[in-house]
């Protein structure tokens, strides 16, 4: 995969031997972007993380393989660990900050959390009353980062069978339909870990498994009266789930691509191939259920095209989607090269 402008790479000076004396060198410790075009690029990629993760059936972690920050990303997660919870316990700070790679996480969680607050009513809308062009662009879009991953991979004969796995797994998982599950305290935690480390997996919607798991208009309406302690109680706990999940998942996938890289990155791209199932433009409701005012599809079935003007803009669509990645990838290469 190729590396980004941001250079979050710890390929620098070792955080241990920096002066952290003050808080500004704290700050330039710790790796992620140092220019405002690196602070902006991030924060766009991060804009479209967010837009991605509102999408059942489509994950940000889709994005960040695109956009060539997906292991910077893990690396960023890892590094909250045991070393900075006990700088913190120890009221360190300062050397809290320049292990932490907070320059990096925060450019990218503010761009999601942009992206969250103000295009989920497009989004909705898009997909509302343009499902089709809507799903089309995603299936571009998609399609074209499988070819991107599955180019990094070096050794793709002996691979192959991790691909199949995670194709196979995916596609089994898009196509489950969603369940009636305990309410209780271990299982709305077990349900946070779940659907956090979705959202950081590639091709796989968290917002898709919480509807899996039964745990969706649960969540949600709980989040809709924060302050009542009953709700707050289950936020807490699925928060806590969720940092338990993406901290102990991040490190799974990040060991996974040092040591296996070319099997967890088969893997991932055959969980991108399999969730493609999700991401058909074309399909049928066979079942759906109103939550929170909302319809939500339980149960569909793709369907083939009809040969129309319809089938002619959704092509268009997906090509557009297919050459835009292409495009970002080249520009990477070269940020890359230069």
């Known amino acids: 995969m190729p590396p980004d402008s941001t250079d979050i790479a710890e390929n620098s000076v070792t955080k241990d031997t920096v002066n952290s004396d003050t808080w500004k060198n704290a700050w330039l410790t710790t790796p992620g972007p140092r220019t405002f075009n690196e602070h902006a690029s991030l924060f766009l990629k991060g804009v479209g993380m967010g837009s991605a993760d509102i999408v059942p059936g489509v994950s940000g972690g889709t994005i960040a393989f695109i956009t060539g920050i997906y292991e910077m990303l893990l690396t960023a997660i890892s590094s909250i660990n045991g070393k900075l919870i006990l700088k913190v316990l120890r009221f360190n700070f300062k050397g809290a900050l320049s292990v932490l790679h907070l320059r990096f996480l925060f450019t990218l969680v503010s761009g999601i959390a942009l992206a969250i607050i103000s295009t989920a009513h497009l ?27 599955a180019h990094s991979i070096n050794n793709r004969f002996s691979s192959f069978p991790a691909l199949i796995l995670g194709t196979l797994l995916a596609y089994g998982i898009t196509g489950l339909i969603p369940l009636h599950t305990p309410e209780g305290p271990w299982f ?19 917002s898709f498994i919480l509807l899996i798991l039964g745990k969706y208009a649960f969540i949600t309406a709980a989040l809709r009266n924060p302050f009542n302690l009953d709700n707050l109680e289950i936020i807490l706990i ?101």
């Not at 870990?193 to 919607?205: E, Q, R, T, V, Y």
């Not at 993406?246 to 890289?261: A, D, E, K, P």
């Open 188 to 206: 709305i935690f077990f349900s946070g870990m779940i659907a956090i480390c979705a959202m950081i997996l590639p091709g796989l919607s968290g």
């Open 238 to 338: 699925f928060i806590a789930g969720c940092l338990i999940g993406i901290l102990g998942f991040s490190r799974v996938l990040r060991y996974g691509l040092m040591r296996w890289h070319d099997y967890t990155l088969a893997l991932l791209t055959g969980i991108m191939i399999g969730s493609m199932r999700k991401v058909w433009p074309w399909k049928i409701a066979l079942e759906s259920q109103i939550i929170r005012g909302k319809e939500h599809v339980l149960r569909e079935e793709n369907v083939w095209p009809l040969l129309n003007t319809e089938l002619g803009i959704a092509l268009l669509l997906m090509g557009t989607g297919f050459v835009m990645v292409l495009m970002l990838n080249k520009i990477s290469k070269s940020r890359a090269e230069n």
């Open 123 to 149: 989004i909705h809308f898009l997909l509302t009353e343009y499902p089709v062009e809507t799903w089309s662009i995603f299936f571009g879009l998609i399609t074209a980062s499988i070819l991107v991953v």
